[in-house]
């Protein structure tokens, strides 16, 4: 799902429809079980179907180790699984978004390109 973030003040309607939406996806995407593992959904058929259609444009790809930011963890790292195209979900629109593996495991994250740490070697 989404990380945690801090919802502007006015804007937690909007906030609270984009994480049902994405809700939804998933549970449609698992066929409503909720034990199916999230490793089985690593496959494109079902990451398309759970956060839209791959976006061939961006800096970064599937595959790819990436650092980035989050407001409540702090820096982390990952492995870009699916990039999300650009689109509308439940009235708002999204930016290019980076579904990340995390080192650390869980539930992958979604990451924007702001919040990518690039590294100066």
Same mark, same amino acid.
């Given at each position: 799902?989404?990380? /945690?973030?801090?919802?502007?003040?006015?804007?937690? $309607? @909007?906030? +609270?429809?984009?994480?049902?939406?994405? #809700?939804?996806? %998933?549970?449609?995407?698992?066929?409503?079980?909720?034990?199916?593992?999230?490793?089985?959904?690593?496959?494109?058929?079902?990451?398309?179907? /759970?956060?839209?259609?791959?976006?061939?444009?961006? $800096? @970064?790809? +599937?595959?790819?180790?990436?650092?980035? #930011?989050?407001? %409540?963890?702090?820096?982390?790292?990952?492995?870009?699984?699916?990039?999300?195209?650009?689109?509308?979900?439940?009235?708002?629109?999204?930016?290019?978004?980076?579904?990340?593996?995390?080192?650390?495991?869980?539930?992958?994250?979604?990451?924007?390109?702001?919040?990518?740490?690039?590294?100066?070697?």
């Amino acid at each position: 799902m989404a990380t /945690l973030r801090e919802v502007p003040e006015g804007d937690e $309607d @909007n906030y +609270v429809n984009f994480e049902y939406g994405m #809700f939804q996806r %998933l549970f449609h995407a698992t066929g409503g079980n909720e034990e199916t593992p999230m490793t089985d959904m690593h496959d494109s058929a079902n990451l398309e179907q /759970l956060y839209g259609p791959l976006w061939a444009y961006s $800096d @970064n790809k +599937v595959g790819e180790h990436i650092d980035y #930011f989050d407001t %409540l963890l702090g820096e982390l790292s990952g492995r870009i699984i699916w990039v999300a195209a650009p689109q509308r979900i439940a009235g708002t629109q999204t930016s290019v978004q980076y579904i990340v593996e995390p080192d650390r495991g869980g539930f992958p994250d979604i990451v924007t390109p702001s919040d990518l740490i690039i590294s100066r070697k």
